[in-house]
């Protein structure tokens, strides 16, 4: 069985620190890589994507991959409060379905202000 | 541009009641597919689907539950004779291709 696995948390950081949220997955063969964010109550929104092996940047956000560990982390630069929410690692699928998701069960990140 | 849209938002149903969920994909998108939320778990792939055809139906429950995506109108996921354990948030996406999803607003079901 596929799995993505993340700390539960909670993550608590204080406003303008990093904050680096972890996530192994398990099928070696997955290609795409996503982030997602989800306030409470709400819907998941995708905040990065990321395919190949190393960093990518986007703003405050920095995704990485590592193929060889089954690795993938974010790191939130210059932490705000309103990046409190839970942030969802998800993984495609290898192959024919490479539609589907394979998600975590979220990380709860708390920024104190 | 709308996003994906999903009505109702919150949905009460009591036990062996039918609960129907919309889902109009945003303009220009042809595939849909139906996530399921349980408390304290993660998002679960329920199916895919695109005009008129399931592609991918692995997720769902082998029983009560369907889905349909007509040639005109929204998808339309479908419980039948629901049951507590049902009570969930449901998501839909929808995507041009099949890469970056977008997620709409999600229905929460509560079953009594």
């Known amino acids: 069985q596929k799995e993505v696995e993340q700390n539960s948390g909670p993550l608590s950081v204080p406003e303008g620190a990093i904050a680096s949220l972890n996530c192994t997955y398990s099928d070696r063969g997955s290609q795409s890589f996503f982030w997602y964010r989800q306030y409470s109550g709400k819907s998941p929104e995708l905040i990065m994507s990321?395919?190949?092996?190393g960093d990518k940047e986007d703003g405050r956000f920095t995704a990485q991959l590592n193929k060889a560990s089954q690795y993938v982390s974010l790191l939130i630069r210059d932490s705000q409060p309103s990046d409190s929410a839970t942030y969802l690692c998800a993984v495609n699928e290898n192959g024919g379905s490479n539609y589907k998701l394979t998600f975590g069960k979220g990380t709860l990140l708390t920024v104190n202000p | 541009n709308a996003g994906v849209m999903q009505n109702p938002r919150h949905l009460v149903r009591r036990r062996g009641q039918e609960a129907r969920l919309r889902c109009s994909p945003m303009k220009g998108h042809s595939h849909v597919y139906w996530y399921r939320q349980l408390p304290e778990e993660g998002l679960k792939f329920m199916v895919y689907l695109q005009k008129e055809n399931i592609i991918d139906e692995s997720g769902m429950p082998k029983e009560r539950f369907s889905a349909e995506f007509p040639k005109e109108g929204p998808s339309i996921l479908r419980i039948q004779q629901v049951v507590r354990g049902d009570s969930a948030a449901y998501f839909c996406?929808?995507?041009?291709?099949?890469?970056?999803?977008?997620f709409g607003s999600g229905t929460r079901l509560t079953v009594v």
């Open positions: 996406a929808s995507s041009k291709d099949t890469y970056g999803y977008t």
């Open positions: 990321i395919y190949s092996n």
